[in-house]
T-cell receptor, first 115, second 108 residues
């Protein structure tokens, strides 16, 4: 296991379609985070899991967004009825057991383009 | 608004020079972290400094933290072309919050 992986790396979709992204964290990392990053900006926190429990959600996460981590391993982020404003890089990160907000290990991201 | 704000937004230096980036934040923190992001790649953790620490070193990196001024600085000594990247500070306020970053260009 060499790091956090995300699939797909790129996704182009039409407005109104649903999309789903997958994140596989580093094994034994019990914390998993989702962020959104737009060009020229820093990552914006979306949500956070500890094992299978979703413990925190940002106000940025509208009801069109849903994230799951059913078995406490991989996670999915689904965006329903995509809008052009959803175009961004979606980043996943994981961190090991320990104090909250330890070093986070980031995946390469999924770049979403909504036409 | 975001918790962390880096300054300057962009910095261009010659190889071998030192680069200093600053970060200001607004609320109390437990720790502050610096990350680097190369063009088209994911973020890589550089260094973490806890609220009870004032200075930390890692290789060519030196980080300071002044909790009274709610600010931190990242110094990269003897910069290399490979240091060209965006640098972000991240704080653990209400959420884990990144600033907009400093884009560093190191010219050969």
């Amino acid at each position: 296991d060499t790091g956090v992986s995300q699939n797909p790396r790129h996704k182009i979709t039409k407005r109104g379609q649903n999309v789903t992204f997958r994140c596989d964290p580093i094994s034994e990392h019990n914390r998993l985070y989702w962020y959104r990053q737009t060009l020229g900006q820093g990552p914006e926190f979306l949500t956070y899991f500890q094992n299978e429990a979703q413990l925190e959600k940002s106000r940025l996460l509208s009801d069109r967004f849903s994230a799951e981590r059913p078995k406490g391993s991989f996670s999915t982020l689904e965006i329903q009825r995509t809008e052009q404003g959803d175009s961004a890089m979606y980043l996943c990160a994981s961190s090991p057991v320990g104090a909250f907000y330890n070093e986070q290990f980031f995946g390469p991201g999924t770049r979403l383009t909504v036409l | 608004s975001q918790q962390g704000e880096e300054d300057p937004q962009a910095l261009s230096i010659q190889e071998g020079e030192n680069a200093t980036m600053n970060c200001s934040y607004k609320t109390s923190i437990n720790n502050l972290q610096w990350y680097r992001q190369n063009s088209g790649r994911g973020l890589v953790h550089l260094i973490l400094i806890r609220s009870n620490e004032r200075e930390k070193h890692s290789g060519r990196l030196r980080v300071t933290l002044d909790t009274s001024k709610k600010s931190s600085s990242l110094l990269i000594t003897a910069s290399r072309a490979a240091d060209t990247a965006s640098y972000f500070c991240a704080t653990d306020g209400q959420n884990f919050v990144f600033g907009p970053g400093t884009r560093l260009s190191v010219l050969p």
